[in-house]
T-cell receptor, first 113, second 112 residues
Framework: DGGITQSPKYLFRKEGQNVTLSCEQNLNHDAMYWYRQDPGQGLRLIYYSQIVNDFQKGDIAEGYSVSREKKESFPLTVTSAQKNPTAFYLC????????????FGSGTRLTVV | AQKITQTQPGMFVQEKEAVTLDCTYDTSDPSYGLFWYKQPSSGEMIFLIYQGSYDQQNATEGRYSLNFQKARKSANLVISASQLGDSAMYFC?????????WGAGTKLIIKP
């Protein structure tokens, strides 16, 4: 079955460390997205990519970095510059841009310890 | 800029009753769509239903339907005959540029 796989499901980071969240899709979707979710809030866009080797900053890109070397993969790195990284991170993809909605992964919960 | 407002932080509903989740939006686009997603405690976002701004009829998908009132800029989700498995967070979203803009969500708890 096609879908989006995010790993790990839970991730713990020490202060000052970079961590990378994995997102892989086998839906043949061109566009991929990373969202951050905090308690009691809706999703906020971190980065998005509409095509391989190209990506754009979203509303809260500071302290994060991404790459899109393959159509199937869109990893997110949370750098030490991100001052409040504890959150739930969701990866999504779409075939025709945002007008057709997204397919989401199951998310990664990142906690700073 | 597009904006979504969900005014109900939480709701308790008795099993088998119908429930309406509110969503109002603000957009300058003449053509747009409204999405509803369900997020159970596992965290995954599940697409429920979509309403296009030019659709003549309210969207329906099984027990889910939209009460779309374009003039009032509202797109309320109606769940008929609620079930215990409907307990979850529910989000309304609208496209803006290359992303979806999300409301803060409504936590729905179905009581047995």
């Amino acid at each position: 079955d096609g879908g989006i796989t995010q790993s790990p499901k839970y991730l713990f980071r020490k202060e000052g460390q970079n961590v990378t969240l994995s997102c892989e899709q086998n839906l043949n979707h061109d566009a991929m997205y990373w969202y951050r979710q905090d308690p009691g809030q809706g999703l906020r866009l971190i980065y998005y990519s509409q095509i391989v080797n190209d990506f754009q900053k979203g509303d809260i890109a500071e302290g994060y970095s991404v790459s899109r070397e393959k159509k199937e993969s869109f990893p997110l790195t949370v750098t030490s510059a991100q001052k409040n990284p504890t959150a739930f991170y969701l990866c999504a993809s779409s075939s025709g841009g945002n007008l057709y909605g997204y397919t989401f992964g199951s998310g990664t919960r990142l906690t700073v310890v | 800029a597009q904006k979504i407002t969900q005014t109900q932080p939480g709701m308790f509903v008795q099993e088998k009753e119908a429930v309406t989740l509110d969503c109002t939006y603000d957009t300058s686009d003449p053509s747009y769509g409204l999405f509803w997603y369900k997020q159970p405690s596992s965290g995954e976002m599940i697409f429920l239903i979509y309403q296009g701004s030019y659709d003549q009829q309210n969207a329906t998908e099984g027990r889910y339907s939209l009460n779309f009132q374009k003039a009032r800029k509202s797109a309320n989700l109606v769940i008929s005959a609620s079930q215990l498995g409907d307990s979850a967070m529910y989000f309304c979203a609208i496209p803006s540029n290359y992303q979806l803009i999300w409301g803060a969500g409504t936590k729905l708890i179905i009581k047995p």
